[in-house]
């Protein structure tokens, strides 16, 4: 082993287990942004450097981004998130769009961090937007599609919260205790390291960043003011749609999140595990100047991203990933001997063409063997095309659950199979 060459730093190899498990949770991210009517998109995964410097924050351009120059020596980077290409890709079309969009994608992305549990350097990542629109139902949207796919993976609302402030409540907020308007990004980028610091050093930060003894203790009290949302109209209206989107469980307002991002101006919110073992789960808000920093004009909207590091790992913890998720198929078909192996083969084929999963064993070996493949790939169905079986226009068919096994007609075997399984779905 000592010759094998690694992989690169912060990147993952995805077997066919972990692929298995990744296309599961694609399909539920899938499944949930068409159920709102979300239109599938995609854009390069390099770009301009400049269109970062154009729509995120300096730390992501400068200290997180995987930069590197073209041949032309133009400044290239990987892509780190979407909002960006979101931005450009719309301004390219703007007048040729139907509004409001309702657009979502699942790609690959990269950011230059320390890899450790929960973060790596390269992720995939569902993004989910509607733009177009100003209004706080909008925003309630989007926090239901994200509480809708915790639902249908199987994350309870007693394991996780969506919690949500507003960035202009803040303002405001930040005004009473005397936060001039110049010095608020760097309060808003104070509030988002709350939980990424010990308390004695962030209030030590906010100190560095200019504030005084008397605005950090008044800041504190903003923090942890819980029904601080009721001074904000916008986030009593967000609440009140969330309640007729059915997804109020899920919900509540936390003053702390601020989310890091310069372009949020409205609702910003995060998924949080209620253990708090784990780092934000995803997160978003509401933007107003999105395509104005590339070139086109403003337009409103809000948006989520959630990584597959983080969620996966929760989803393992609560052992909400199902256990055949990693089957490439659930039938075996076996092969008896070498003058039988051509009617195993006709079988399988049969069985595929009733729409079932079908692996046949590729060569002649005893039988325990091939069940013992078939234990250890998680098929729980085993059909066997022997001689005697063949010889009346039948095959065996074998529950490897109950170890039951019945003589079934070759024609009438997919359906057999198929009550088989909807039996072991059922228990």
Not at 18 to 47: I, K
Not at 391 to 420: C, H, M
Request: hydrophobic share 40%; with cysteine; proline share 4%.
């Amino acid at each position: 082993m000592k010759n094998v060459i690694r992989s690169v730093k912060g990147t993952r190899d995805f077997y066919p287990n972990e692929m298995s498990v990744r296309h599961w949770l694609l399909d539920a991210m899938r499944d949930v942004s068409l159920q709102f009517g979300y239109q599938e998109y995609d854009g390069p995964c390099v770009e301009k450097i400049d269109l970062y410097a154009a729509k995120s924050g300096e730390e992501l351009v400068k200290e997180q981004s995987f930069v590197f120059p073209d041949r032309g020596g133009e400044l290239i980077a990987l892509r780190p998130e979407l909002t960006p290409t979101l931005a450009r890709m719309i301004a390219n079309k703007q007048n040729e769009l139907i509004y409001p969009l309702r657009w979502w994608s699942f790609g690959p992305f990269w950011r230059y961090e320390r890899p450790q549990r929960g973060r790596s350097r390269e992720f995939f990542q569902w993004n989910v937007d509607l733009i177009g629109t100003s209004n706080v139902e909008s925003d309630a949207e989007a926090v239901a599609v994200a509480a809708m796919f915790f639902e249908r993976v199987g994350l309870k609302s007693d394991k996780i919260k969506i919690v949500v402030n507003n960035r202009r409540l803040m303002d405001k907020s930040l005004d009473k205790i005397g936060v001039p308007e110049s010095g608020r990004p760097a309060v808003f980028r104070l509030i988002d390291k709350i939980d990424k610091m010990s308390t004695e050093k962030w209030e030590a930060y906010a100190l560095e960043i200019g504030l005084t003894n008397k605005q950090l203790e008044g800041l504190k009290t903003v923090l942890s003011n819980q029904s601080l949302w009721e001074e904000s109209e916008e986030l009593r209206s967000f609440f009140k749609a969330v309640a007729w989107l059915g997804v109020e469980e899920y919900v509540r307002f936390e003053p702390q999140v601020i989310r890091g991002l310069d372009y949020y101006t409205g609702t910003v919110f995060e998924g949080r595990d209620e253990a708090r073992k784990f780092r934000a789960i995803f997160g978003g808000g509401h933007y107003d100047n999105l395509v104005a920093d590339v070139g086109g004009n403003p337009l409103p909207g809000v948006g989520f991203a959630m990584g597959d590091v983080v969620i996966q790992l929760l989803l393992e913890e609560n052992g909400c990933i199902p256990g055949d998720v990693m089957n490439p198929a659930n039938v075996l078909v076996t092969v008896f001997d070498e003058n039988t192996i051509s009617e195993s083969y006709r079988t399988s084929t049969l069985l595929r063409e009733a729409g079932l999963k079908v692996v046949t064993y590729p060569q002649v070996e005893k039988l325990g063997k091939q069940f013992k493949f078939a234990d250890k790939m998680g098929i729980r169905v085993v059909v066997m095309a022997g001689p005697e079986e063949l010889a009346v226009g039948k095959v065996a068919i074998k529950n490897l659950l109950t170890r039951e096994q019945e003589s079934v007609g070759i024609e009438q075997a997919a359906d057999f199979i198929r009550s088989l399984l909807a039996q072991e779905i059922a228990l």
